[in-house]
């Protein structure tokens, strides 16, 4: 017996000696790069660490990894930019949503997830295969550029279906739209920091070349001449800040009026988010990023006052949380305006001066308008637009493609949603996608109608609203808008939430009742 007491003893002396000995090589390690200056090894192994954390926890609890997951998506851009634009980084994402999708299906086969089928699954499953084929087209310089497309189109699609699957009830619905304004106010009062700072804010003292003039774009106003930064926050380029923060304001707006109706405290975050997301957009310098967040807001809050549940009484809650989103950000905007006063007339001056039709340097007509068109008639002057040129010849992220095979790129590239699936998949390609888009958009808008009268409805017509700005109107005016992972990730997220929602509110209408959940 005190023999295999003293094996006991010795077997903790060693595990304690190794774990001693391994600290002092790590921290002389850590020390070594320091003195070397060598910090980027050092933010590598911290990523790194930081990386294997969140994989370990979406293997063991999916549902709590998929929110560092959301983290991580959002702020991956930060982390690349301070090391160098490495693309090791970059498939990071895509490596835990894999693991969370294997989770997923994991969690499928011992009955602890549900499954849905998504009645646009036929229409979108025919362009899948169209782009698929398309991989295999003789024009196209490499299969890689393909693979990319297939990659950038359809990779983050299963994401509806971890959606679906995290949803099981309201407090699960509470904690997601919580936890996005949260995001959305930090990203968003990040970027008007650095909007009014400058460029040095949240920038490395030297941008990587592939990215230094994304991380440095100014703008001049025509008339008066002002320059101002067009500030990009945690992401990369100014234009991906743009296109978040048009998310937000359709996500933050629908939150409001959920937490309103639920009587939640969730409220005060999604009104704080929408004074910051004022402020935000009118610094981004970004005039789709303007208009498409105010014409979100006229058209829900139109929308919001016919599906607002008067029946019950609580209508008059929706008219007022249309009401206070718009006060605070009108006292956001306010504070801009008297605070920094520069920052403020720069941006508003070159909004006034290119968007006015009493401008003369009025721009809007030939944005909206003019140069689509005259980009899409490109698509059609090229030699192969009957059969494209193959997938993701023209997709976001192709110069990448082209540094690995150390050849240029493909000279395909076209300015316009439909022009851009010409150019790629030939004449087929954009009627597949206005099929499977109008088929996506139809159903997602069934299931809103049915959520008319009840809680759920503000929330819902949020993700039907953005599910039809982001496959039309954005990708109308460039594909890359569809193509960008966040805006692409957070659709098929906020599809399979909708889709969860009936069951939700069937569930909370009968517990009102005192009737049987079926089966």
Same mark, same amino acid.
């Given at each position: 017996m005190r023999f295999?007491?003293?094996?006991?003893?010795?077997?903790?002396?060693?595990?304690?000696?190794?774990?001693?000995? @391994?600290?002092?090589?790590?921290?002389?390690?850590?020390?070594?790069w320091v003195a070397n200056e060598q910090t980027n090894l050092l933010l590598l192994t911290a990523v790194g660490c930081i990386l294997a954390v969140v994989a370990l926890t979406i293997l063991r609890n999916w549902r709590a990894g998929f929110y560092l997951f959301v983290i991580w998506l959002m702020f991956e851009d930060l982390i690349r930019k301070y090391l160098g634009n490495n693309m090791a980084i970059f498939f990071a994402k895509d490596c835990l949503a894999g693991l969370s999708y294997i989770s997923l299906l994991l969690a499928i086969r011992r009955k602890q997830a549900k499954v849905f089928r998504p009645p646009f699954l036929l229409a979108l499953s025919l362009f899948f295969w169209l782009a698929v084929l398309q991989v295999l087209n003789p024009y196209s310089p490499s299969p890689f550029y393909g693979l990319l497309g297939l990659k950038v189109d359809f990779y983050y699609v299963p994401l509806m279906f971890l959606a679906y699957a995290l949803i099981r009830g309201e407090r699960d619905l509470h904690r997601f739209l919580l936890v996005f304004m949260i995001l959305a106010v930090v990203i968003s009062g990040l970027g008007i920091i650095q909007g009014i700072v400058g460029p040095q804010f949240l920038n490395p003292p030297t941008l990587q070349l592939d990215i230094r003039e994304l991380g440095s774009l100014e703008k001049m106003t025509p008339l008066t001449n002002q320059v101002f930064f067009l500030p990009c926050s945690v992401f990369v380029s100014n234009g991906r800040f743009g296109l978040f923060l048009i998310l937000a304001v359709i996500v933050g707006l629908g939150a409001a009026g959920y937490f309103v109706l639920s009587s939640s405290k969730g409220w005060r975050i999604a009104y704080l988010g929408m004074a910051a997301l004022a402020i935000a957009i009118v610094l981004s310098g970004s005039r789709g990023t303007l208009l498409f967040s105010l014409i979100s807001?006229?058209?829900?809050?139109?929308?919001?006052?016919?599906?607002?549940?008067?029946?019950?009484?609580?209508?008059?809650?929706?008219?007022? !949380?249309?009401?206070?989103?718009?006060?605070? !950000?009108?006292?956001?905007?306010? !504070? /801009?305006?008297?605070?920094?006063? &520069?920052?403020?007339?720069?941006?508003?001056?070159?909004?006034?001066?290119?968007?006015?039709?009493?401008?003369?340097?009025?721009?809007? %007509? &030939?944005?909206?308008?003019?140069?689509?068109?005259?980009?899409?008639?490109?698509?059609?002057?090229?030699?192969?637009?009957?059969?494209?040129? %193959?997938t993701g010849t023209d997709t976001l992220g192709a110069q990448y493609v082209s540094?690995?095979?150390?050849?240029?790129?493909?000279?395909?590239?076209?300015?316009?949603?439909?022009?851009?699936?010409i150019a790629e998949m030939g004449i087929l390609a954009p009627l597949l996608w206005i099929l499977w888009a109008g088929v996506t958009v139809s159903a997602c808008?069934?299931?809103?109608?049915?959520?008319? %009268?009840?809680?759920?409805?503000?929330?819902?017509? &949020?993700?039907?609203? +953005?599910?039809?700005?982001?496959?039309?109107?954005?990708? +109308?005016?460039? /594909?890359? !808008? +569809?193509?960008? +992972?966040?805006?692409?990730?957070? =659709?098929? @997220?906020?599809?399979?939430? =909708?889709?969860?929602?009936?069951?939700?509110?069937?569930?909370?209408?009968?517990?009102l009742t005192g009737a049987s959940v079926p089966n």
């Amino acid at each position: 017996m005190r023999f295999v007491q003293l094996s006991e003893r010795n077997k903790q002396r060693v595990i304690t000696l190794s774990v001693w000995l @391994l600290g002092i090589w790590i921290a002389w390690i850590v020390a070594h790069w320091v003195a070397n200056e060598q910090t980027n090894l050092l933010l590598l192994t911290a990523v790194g660490c930081i990386l294997a954390v969140v994989a370990l926890t979406i293997l063991r609890n999916w549902r709590a990894g998929f929110y560092l997951f959301v983290i991580w998506l959002m702020f991956e851009d930060l982390i690349r930019k301070y090391l160098g634009n490495n693309m090791a980084i970059f498939f990071a994402k895509d490596c835990l949503a894999g693991l969370s999708y294997i989770s997923l299906l994991l969690a499928i086969r011992r009955k602890q997830a549900k499954v849905f089928r998504p009645p646009f699954l036929l229409a979108l499953s025919l362009f899948f295969w169209l782009a698929v084929l398309q991989v295999l087209n003789p024009y196209s310089p490499s299969p890689f550029y393909g693979l990319l497309g297939l990659k950038v189109d359809f990779y983050y699609v299963p994401l509806m279906f971890l959606a679906y699957a995290l949803i099981r009830g309201e407090r699960d619905l509470h904690r997601f739209l919580l936890v996005f304004m949260i995001l959305a106010v930090v990203i968003s009062g990040l970027g008007i920091i650095q909007g009014i700072v400058g460029p040095q804010f949240l920038n490395p003292p030297t941008l990587q070349l592939d990215i230094r003039e994304l991380g440095s774009l100014e703008k001049m106003t025509p008339l008066t001449n002002q320059v101002f930064f067009l500030p990009c926050s945690v992401f990369v380029s100014n234009g991906r800040f743009g296109l978040f923060l048009i998310l937000a304001v359709i996500v933050g707006l629908g939150a409001a009026g959920y937490f309103v109706l639920s009587s939640s405290k969730g409220w005060r975050i999604a009104y704080l988010g929408m004074a910051a997301l004022a402020i935000a957009i009118v610094l981004s310098g970004s005039r789709g990023t303007l208009l498409f967040s105010l014409i979100s807001v006229m058209a829900m809050s139109a929308a919001f006052l016919w599906g607002a549940p008067w029946k019950w009484g609580r209508g008059r809650r929706l008219v007022k !949380a249309i009401r206070r989103s718009l006060i605070f !950000a009108g006292l956001g905007l306010s !504070a /801009l305006m008297l605070i920094f006063p &520069a920052a403020a007339s720069s941006r508003l001056g070159f909004y006034s001066q290119t968007l006015f039709p009493s401008s003369s340097a009025y721009e809007l %007509g &030939a944005r909206s308008w003019t140069y689509p068109m005259a980009e899409l008639a490109k698509a059609f002057s090229g030699r192969h637009w009957i059969v494209g040129n %193959g997938t993701g010849t023209d997709t976001l992220g192709a110069q990448y493609v082209s540094q690995f095979l150390k050849e240029p790129m493909p000279n395909v590239a076209v300015e316009e949603g439909f022009g851009q699936l010409i150019a790629e998949m030939g004449i087929l390609a954009p009627l597949l996608w206005i099929l499977w888009a109008g088929v996506t958009v139809s159903a997602c808008w069934k299931i809103t109608r049915s959520l008319k %009268g009840t809680r759920f409805f503000p929330i819902a017509l &949020a993700i039907v609203w +953005y599910v039809f700005l982001l496959l039309f109107a954005m990708s +109308y005016m460039v /594909l890359d !808008a +569809y193509q960008n +992972y966040v805006n692409n990730a957070f =659709l098929w @997220l906020l599809i399979g939430i =909708l889709f969860r929602l009936p069951e939700i509110s069937q569930e909370q209408r009968l517990s009102l009742t005192g009737a049987s959940v079926p089966n």
